[in-house]
């Protein structure tokens, strides 16, 4: 399990972190999203032991990351910014992974570079970014890690290896209860394959939830009355609400069977009920209710 719990930290005058809390479950996938400069990479920094936090704690297993070589032998991390040793092939940078990691598999890496078609003797400066990406998984991967930490991992994959990817990190969740936490901008591919989201905004988590639990618990609700009664959505917790004509327009969060049964005792002629999509989700979250997010919403 990674405990993350009261973290902060400023760099100068700058708070990065404040009062920061994860919970990320063993063999689960955990996709922490939010807006540019939320601080998901500033965590994931302390979470992979580069940084360390002014206050509060960082665990995994139970013990303190920063400085925990033990701990670090079990996880790996692939970075949005990339970095091999510039004379180095594939291959060689296979050997120097291997020297550092006490459980690395060679048979699972000449499997990959086959899968991947990448070529080990080419060095790893003359890849193209999506090539590095795949050496820096290819890599990682082999380590045969508990923990998988990845910053952006499909950057610039075309379709066809971002399937490859994700078949790796769901096999190894599944067959050896590997323990995932992944930060990403592209929320459709996340909400396909995250068990858990968190929603991190100035250094704050303004949401974490079980996935499946979030998309029931928020919907997006269009309503028309043949003569609207007088507070028809009272006792329902009603984020957001709009009237587009006859036809009402609404972000409500409560269980389906509380929504379903205060709106349909008032007979509306239309009733339309959808669950919102994690981009939707995290636009309403972090974007409000501005003219431009409500067109994307409805």
């Known amino acids: 399990m990674i405990l993350i719990q009261n973290v902060t930290k400023s760099f100068e005058q700058f708070k990065a972190l404040d009062n920061l809390d994860i919970h990320v479950n063993k063999g689960s996938i955990y996709g922490l999203v939010g807006t540019n400069g939320a601080g998901k990479t500033t965590i994931i920094k302390h979470l992979t032991g580069i940084i360390r936090q002014d206050a509060g704690q960082i665990t995994v297993e139970g013990e303190a990351v920063f400085d925990n070589q033990k701990i670090k032998e079990k996880m790996g991390f692939i970075p949005d910014d990339l970095f091999f040793f510039s004379t180095y092939n594939l291959k060689e940078m296979s050997k120097f992974y291997k020297q550092l990691y006490p459980n690395w598999n060679e048979e699972r890496y000449a499997h990959m570079v086959s899968q991947f078609k990448l070529d080990e003797q080419r060095k790893l400066a003359r890849f193209s970014k999506g090539m590095q990406k795949q ?52 929320l459709r591919e996340l909400e396909g394959i995250c068990d858990s989201i968190g929603i991190l905004s100035k250094g704050h988590m303004v949401m974490e939830r079980d996935l499946d639990e979030l998309k029931s618990d928020i919907h997006k609700i269009q309503v028309a009355y043949k003569e609207r009664p007088e507070n028809p959505y009272e006792g329902l917790n009603v984020l957001h609400q709009e009237a587009r004509g006859t036809i009402d327009l609404l972000i409500i969060r409560n269980k389906k069977e509380d929504v379903e049964k205060v709106i349909e005792k008032n007979h509306p002629v239309v009733f339309d009920m959808l669950p919102l999509s994690l981009e939707e989700i995290f636009i309403y979250e972090l974007g409000g209710v501005d003219s431009e997010i409500q067109g994307i919403l409805f």
């Open 135 to 186: 050496a820096a998984f290819i890599l990682t991967m082999s380590t045969m890690p508990d923990y998988l930490i990845l910053d952006e991992p499909i950057d610039g994959l075309d379709p066809i290896i971002r399937k490859l990817v994700w078949k790796y990190i769901v096999e190894d969740v599944a067959e050896k209860e590997m323990t995932v936490l992944v930060s990403s901008h592209n």
